[in-house]
């Protein structure tokens, strides 16, 4: 029993090293990248109104800090609120699909036509059909982010492997018993994956649809706010709200790791 414990720290050290490493080399990439981009601006004598420099892009997102930051809560709210109806739409559709062979073979293109038609096509016409809302904007997120849930989903719950298969028939289970308890657990996992793509996929489509929705309403998300910078050549804050657009993609992307890891631990392959 000793000697288990004393092997115990091990892999938690190992594992903190791990991070620690990863978090250095993001960093030392972030800074290699902050340093080119300097250079080439003072070497290259380039005007702040094509390329600012890393210096007043940061003081840009200093002097419209509450813009940002309200702007920025109005679009990760969107995006959030998105992937969930996404993840609930998508997981229903999938289980449809893994239910009848027709079906998926019947519908499925028309969840390839939705991912393959660019947002900046659908958007107009959900403004005229839905009118210059949040749900409007919720509307057109979802859509981008339906296809890798449903691919990935449908993926895992029609990859029962055979011998599972043969236990089940010997059982005689039902179909919803094997739905329950072999179909859905097996498909966790490509639920969190599909997830993790739409996370940042939520964060693109919240912004391109703000570009819309903000034009007749009240609703001002970062992509409202960048309309309105682009529009007076306002490359600084344009750059520090798209700054601000990755990280909250960053957090959304952590957030469903961390969630995926709280809630449903024993279903992944992770530590």
Request: overall charge neutral; glycine content about 8%.
């Amino acid at each position: 029993m000793s000697d288990e414990l004393s092997e115990n720290p091990g892999p938690t050290r190992e594992s903190g090293r791990e991070i620690a490493w990863t978090v250095l080399a993001v960093i030392a990439v972030a800074a290699i990248g902050i340093v080119g981009w300097h250079l080439i601006v003072v070497l290259f004598d380039l005007p702040k109104l094509l390329l600012p420099t890393p210096w007043q892009v940061a003081e840009a997102a200093w002097q419209h800090r509450m813009v940002l930051l309200e702007s920025g809560w109005i679009t990760l709210w969107t995006a959030t609120v998105s992937l969930f109806v996404a993840v609930i739409v998508g997981g229903g559709v999938s289980i449809l699909f893994s239910q009848s062979r027709l079906l998926r073979r019947a519908l499925f293109p028309y969840v390839v036509f939705l991912q393959t038609v660019p947002i900046v096509a659908i958007a107009p016409l959900l403004v005229i059909w839905s009118g210059y809302e949040f749900r409007t904007a919720v509307i057109a997120t979802v859509i981008i982010c339906l296809f890798p849930i449903v691919n990935n989903v449908t993926t895992g719950l029609t990859s029962v492997r055979p011998e599972h298969e043969d236990l089940l028939r010997m059982y005689g289970a039902t179909r919803w018993q094997r739905l329950c308890r072999v179909q859905l657990p097996t498909a966790v996992p490509f639920l969190v994956l599909g997830a993790r793509i739409s996370s940042g996929l939520a964060v693109i489509g919240a912004i391109v649809a703000e570009f819309f929705v903000s034009n007749g309403a009240d609703y001002e998300g970062l992509g409202a706010v960048m309309t309105g910078w682009q529009a007076r050549t306002m490359t600084d804050a344009l750059m520090a709200a798209l700054a601000v657009s990755t990280l909250l993609g960053l957090i959304l992307f952590g957030g469903v790791n961390l969630l995926s890891r709280l809630f449903l631990k024993r279903y992944l392959l992770v530590n």
